[in-house]
């Protein structure tokens, strides 16, 4: 047993209590609505992955890839089904996405960390890439998402966008956050990225969304480095 994978059960423990989820078992009269990694693979599901906590082991790989369909790009199954979900709803309000990114391993990590580093220097490559063993990419929960026009292509411009802004307003009822929301780079060491999505599954960002939390690494840590969202609007009420 990993000693995150412990830690990850004990911050779960502490949520299912904190949120009130329903505990599989717990009461058999009340049907279980989770979705499959919410109920079986949970410490990998709402792993926190950051500068400063790399993925446990290093090398770690999804065992349930999937290819999204026309491109070379690799979700976990739930993930991709999920998303299909949220463009088809997106759709429906008449807007379209591209995935330009999903699943890297660690090799590849390697190879685009040290692309930025070579361009602009650890300092900067540090602001945009992550180290690797340190991309939520790698976890296959991560998703970069783009418009059809590609004028925003990974630019801040993105969450502009109409269909940024959807994403930030609908991501949840899918099951993801936006990983590195504005005004929280003193916390992630990340820029604001509007297009860079994780899946946490619909029951944690619904919570998320509800109590508003913006980081899943606060939302699953101690309160007193948490960020909520009337805190960064100057909010009271
Ligand atoms: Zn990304």
């Known amino acids: 047993m990993h000693a995150w994978r412990t830690l ?36 990998n599901l709402l792993a926190v992955v950051t500068k400063q906590r790399p993925i446990h082991p290093l090398d770690y790989a999804p065992e349930d890839l999937v290819t999204w369909p026309h491109t070379d790009f690799e979700l976990r199954a739930e993930v991709a089904d999920q998303l299909e979900l949220m463009f088809t709803a997106a759709a429906d309000d008449g807007l379209a996405y591209r995935v330009v990114s999903g699943y890297r391993s660690y090799d590849t990590q390697a190879g685009t960390y040290e692309y930025w580093a070579r361009q602009s220097g650890t300092a900067s490559a540090d602001a945009v890439s992550a180290r690797p063993g340190h991309s939520e990419h790698q976890t296959g929960l991560a998703v970069d998402l783009d418009n059809t026009t ?8 993105f969450g502009e966008t109409t269909e940024g802004r959807w994403v930030a307003e609908h991501a949840h ?37 509800r109590r508003g939390y913006l980081l899943i690494s606060t939302y699953l840590a101690p309160p007193a480095s948490s960020v909520r969202l009337g805190e960064l609007l100057g909010s009271h009420g």
């Open 8 to 43: 990850a059960a004990t911050c779960l423990t502490a949520l299912l209590i904190c949120t009130g989820i329903q505990v599989a078992g717990a009461d058999p009269s009340v049907p279980d609505h989770r979705t499959a990694l919410e109920r079986d693979d949970t410490a």
């Open 150 to 157: 590609g004028e925003c292509y990974l630019k801040m411009c």
């Open 173 to 209: 009822e899918f099951g993801f956050v936006i990983s590195y929301p504005e005004g929280t780079r003193d916390i992630t060491g990340y820029a604001y990225e509007p297009w860079h999505i994780r899946y946490v599954g619909p029951q944690v960002a619904g919570d998320m969304n």
